[in-house]
T-cell receptor, first 112, second 114 residues
């Protein structure tokens, strides 16, 4: 089983729609979680961290479910500019000096 | 801060040649990561360093790949000899050792082995 798994998509949704992605992780001791965004032919960049209590940043909401070992990203009122690949990221140990594992990414395409 | 700097941005080389990719992490960052990205396999962690020491190289595909970090401001990833299946985008990333801190990526090196 992969350490971090995502639905690759693509998700093709109309502008203004709400879309949600899930990501599962295998190591129950994982401590830090993030969502990154990657545009075509660019490097991944941090979208938002995922906190235990869940967090929101404008149209974006991230949730963590430790019992089921998954994190989610919800995008409301989607814009054309949200089209990108969204990468789920997990720090699988408590040590701050540890590796960071990326999911394979979920491709999102917003159509006019 | 200039961010993570990688060079070259693009590299085209013939099969069998040696390829060296370079990375300068963000000043003050303790951890450095090398990733490879392809359409088929996504973003794979090859190796990571902490305080210039290699911690986990289990992702290095084979002996043709080697990585060094001689000091806190420089790392190299070398492929010798290169093969067409090594064609990919290679990213370097760095982060500061604090809980819940993110990694910052360089712009990547697009490698094509013909």
């Amino acid at each position: 089983r992969k350490e971090v798994e995502q639905d690759p998509g693509p998700f093709n949704v109309p502008e203004g729609a709400t879309v949600a992605f899930n990501c599962t992780y295998s190591n129950s001791a994982s401590q830090s979680f993030f969502w990154y965004r990657q545009d075509c032919r660019k490097e991944p960049k941090l979208l938002m961290s995922v906190y235990s209590s869940g967090n929101e940043d404008g149209r974006f909401t991230a949730q963590l479910n430790r019992a089921s070992q998954y994190i989610s990203l919800l995008i409301r009122d989607s814009k054309l500019s949200d089209s990108a690949t969204y990468l789920c990221v997990v720090n699988p140990t408590y040590s701050s000096a540890s590796k960071i594992i990326f999911g394979s990414g979920t491709r999102l395409s917003i159509r006019p | 801060d200039a961010g993570v700097i990688q060079s070259p941005r693009h590299e085209v080389t013939e099969m069998g040649q040696e390829v060296t990719l370079r990375c300068k992490p963000i000043s003050g960052h303790n951890s450095l990561f090398w990733y490879r990205q392809t359409m088929m396999r996504g973003l794979e962690l090859l190796i990571y360093f902490n305080n210039n020491v290699p911690i986990d190289d289990s992702g290095m595909p084979e002996d043709r790949f080697s990585a060094k970090m001689p000091n806190a401001s420089f790392s190299t990833l070398k492929i010798q000899p290169s093969e067409p299946r090594d064609s990919a985008v290679y990213f370097c990333a760095s982060r500061r050792d604090r809980p819940n801190t993110e990694a910052f990526f360089g712009q990547g090196t697009r490698l094509t082995v013909v």
